[in-house]
């Protein structure tokens, strides 16, 4: 019942993501220039450190930009509507996980951007797809959540960022960590204790979501 | 009177012969000499600090359990008096860092996690105060309280552990207990921390009965 819900829920946001272009074509655009404006910001001091920062900064800032409308695109009547027919929970795992798939999206262009005008830093290129993917769903569900949040308030766009930075900090340090080990060597030991970490951090964020949000849908 | 009010006089007592014994006790001669007797103080808030933010937890589950106004007055006055004891914390710690890695702020795992804190903190407040209905305040700001206690506490207790590279005291024992103190010390700085943490129940109660009064005039 609840996987059935969900997939007609993400296959909703895709749909409306697919009508509304102007959205993610917006998206699209802001990662590019931001990363074309670093790297002429940053011409000749690029190092695999600041390689890596620049990589999480803007990845954190595209993230809060894409997910920050999940709640905000549609309006309160067909929140109202949605509310009758599905669960809270499909609803808050379906955008969890449409954003995953966005974010997932986002990163690997990223990515690309900055093998393209940056050069490449990454010395252990399977590691830095796994934090990828482990960063996306953080970022996702943690940032799903904060939207959630912020869309229950008034002012709710500057509240996002306000929220969402010291929040996302757990997370984007763990990630941080980590992809700055697969900038640097090949190894793969020492890491573990990362992992876990981030899958841990990943798992308690969706249940806690899970829990919590009905609080928030129902007014 | 005493039998209800024992542990505020309790807190004093205990408050006023950490600071007398405080500045007489023995203690090894170790390379930051006096500014050792910084840990009876300057622990002592990130204990009551600890202490308060654990209520504002507790008190926002319970608020989202019975939906009663006052729940949400004693998270809210929790995390209030929470963020006190943060920057005092910050404070007595900058002054002793001056004295000891001479500057008032280095880059570190755990002035970073106390930092982080007091922004995820100051963030409930805006988003508190960006919502107008009382209930869906309250309901709102449990939601966020919660959520953001589970992530503060990976980045304050789980990340510096496994990253192993502060330099702040403290950091080989278990969360934030000095379990190799000088039993000279011990003496001294048990006390002192239950006392803190009694003190900050105690501004506690007083804040939330001044609330209550209030509410009660208006209506």
Redesign the interface.
């Known amino acids: 019942m609840l996987y059935r819900e969900i997939k007609f829920l993400v296959g909703k946001e895709v749909m409306l993501e697919l009508k509304q272009k102007y959205v993610l074509n917006g998206i699209l655009l802001y990662l590019v220039s931001t990363v074309f404006v670093t790297y002429l910001a940053f011409e000749d001091a690029i190092t695999a450190e600041t390689w890596n920062s620049l990589f999480w900064i803007i990845l954190l800032f595209v993230a809060v930009n894409g997910i920050s409308k999940s709640f905000l695109q549609e309006n309160a009547a067909r929140h109202l509507y949605y509310y009758t027919i599905a669960s809270p929970q499909a609803i808050v795992l379906a955008k969890i996980l449409y954003n995953l798939f966005l974010m997932a999206i986002l990163s690997v262009l990223a990515f690309g951007f900055f093998l393209l005008l940056m050069g490449n830093q990454v010395v252990n290129i399977p590691l830095f797809l796994v934090t990828l993917l482990l960063g996306s769903l953080g970022l996702s569900s943690v940032l799903t959540m904060v939207a959630a949040i912020a869309s229950r308030a008034s002012h709710n766009f500057s509240l996002m960022a306000i929220l969402s930075f010291p929040i996302i900090l757990p997370l984007l340090a763990t990630l941080m960590k980590v992809s700055r080990a697969a900038l640097s060597s090949m190894d793969w030991s020492g890491l573990s204790g990362f992992l876990i970490l981030l899958l841990t951090i990943n798992g308690a964020v969706i249940a806690l979501a899970y829990l919590l949000f009905p609080y928030l849908w129902k007014d | 009177m005493l039998k209800r009010d024992w542990w505020k006089l309790l807190s004093g007592a205990l408050l006023l012969y950490a600071i007398i014994v405080g500045f007489f006790v023995d203690i090894p001669d170790t390379m930051i000499q006096e500014t050792m007797r910084n840990l009876f103080y300057h622990v002592g808030m990130w204990f009551g600090m600890m202490a308060m933010l654990l209520t504002g937890f507790i008190f926002s589950l319970r608020y989202?359990q019975k939906f009663d106004e006052d729940e949400d007055l004693v998270a809210v006055e929790a995390v209030n008096v929470g963020l006190m004891f943060g920057f005092l914390g910050l404070f007595t710690g900058m002054i002793w860092a001056n004295f000891t890695w001479g500057s008032p702020w280095v880059k570190d795992p755990k002035l970073n996690g106390a930092a982080?804190g007091m922004?995820?903190y100051l963030?409930y407040m805006?988003?508190r105060g960006?919502?107008?209905d009382v209930h869906?305040r309250a309901?709102?700001g449990?939601?966020?309280n919660?959520?953001?206690f589970?992530?503060?506490i990976?980045?304050v207790m789980?990340?510096p552990r496994?990253?192993g590279d502060s330099i702040h005291p403290g950091k080989d024992s278990p969360p934030v207990l000095p379990m190799h103190l000088e039993p000279s010390m011990r003496i001294v700085f048990y006390p002192a921390m239950v006392g803190w943490i009694l003190l900050g129940f105690w501004i506690m109660n007083i804040r939330v009965r001044i609330r209550k009064a209030q509410k009660n005039i208006e209506y």
């Open positions: 989202l982080v922004f995820i963030a805006i988003l960006s919502i107008d869906k309901k709102v449990a939601v966020y919660i959520f953001a589970f992530l503060w990976v980045f789980v990340l496994l990253a």
